[in-house]
T-cell receptor, first 115, second 115 residues
Framework: AQSVAQPEDQVNVAEGNPLTVKCTYS??????LFWYVQYPNRGLQFLLK??????LVKGSYGFEAEFNKSQTSFHLKKPSALVSDSALYFC?????????????FGGGTRLMVKP | DADVTQTPRNRITKTGKRIMLECSQT?????MYWYRQDPGLGLRLIYY???????NKGEISDGYSVSRQAQAKFSLSLESAIPNQTALYFC??????????????FGEGSRLTVL
């Protein structure tokens, strides 16, 4: 079975400060890992993914995430937060061996960036 | 126009009523999904379809049914709605085949309230 944990319901940061949204995962094999963002009254939008290769992956809107196999983590980061980054963020995982291609999502973390 | 369109966007109904949520897509993807979003629980998979003749239950299919009318259309039905089906429902699509890493493309959601 595969699972994802996002330990923080909400993260508060000041504009201009770095931000981190945490994610840990559990899969039997090797993971495909994803971050999605949900703005108010909108569907989820893809931000970035880790499939293989470099542990640091870069995505949309200046976000990046670091894959750490030993800690089974895939934390989302941004060097300088913007008020417009305020949204709900979801981490998701799929076991590479899962031919059904089902993603398992975490419970979401609300990011609040204050001016 | 959105690539994945859901109708209705909002619906209020009463216990015991039959409700249908519709999804259509212009991305040309074979795979379509219905998810349910509840606060703190992330997204949970209700049903998925890999092509017109393929329908599969997800982790929370009880009380729901689906129909894949065409490659581009996938509808979700609640035969007899109950209050704990009050949620935000999302349709999503993805590519098939080995190039598919699991990235999903979401509609903007259908908010259902069952009184």
């Amino acid at each position: 079975a595969q699972s994802v944990a996002q330990p923080e319901d909400q993260v508060n940061v000041a504009e201009g400060n770095p931000l981190t949204v945490k994610c840990t995962y559990s899969v039997s094999g090797n993971p495909y890992l994803f971050w999605y963002v949900q703005y108010p009254n909108r569907g989820l939008q893809f931000l970035l993914k880790y499939i293989t290769g470099d542990n640091l992956v870069k995505g949309s809107y200046g976000f990046e995430a670091e894959f750490n196999k030993s800690q089974t983590s895939f934390h989302l980061k941004k060097p300088s937060a913007l008020v417009s980054d305020s949204a709900l963020y979801f981490c998701a995982v799929r076991d590479m061996r899962n031919a059904g291609n089902m993603l398992t999502f975490g419970g979401g973390t609300r990011l609040m960036v204050k001016p | 126009d959105a690539d994945v369109t859901q109708t209705p966007r909002n619906r209020i109904t009463k216990t015991g009523k039959r409700i249908m949520l519709e999804c259509s897509q212009t991305k040309g993807h074979d795979r379509m999904y219905w998810y349910r979003q509840d606060p703190g629980l992330g997204l949970r998979l209700i049903y998925y379809s890999f092509d017109v003749k393929d329908i599969n239950k997800g982790e929370i299919s009880d009380g729901y049914s689906v129909s894949r009318q065409a490659q581009a259309k996938f509808s979700l039905s609640l035969e007899s709605a109950i209050p704990n089906q009050t949620a935000l429902y999302f349709c999503a699509t993805s590519e098939a085949g080995t190039v598919n890493t699991g990235e999903l493309f979401f509609g903007e959601g259908s908010r259902l309230t069952v009184l």
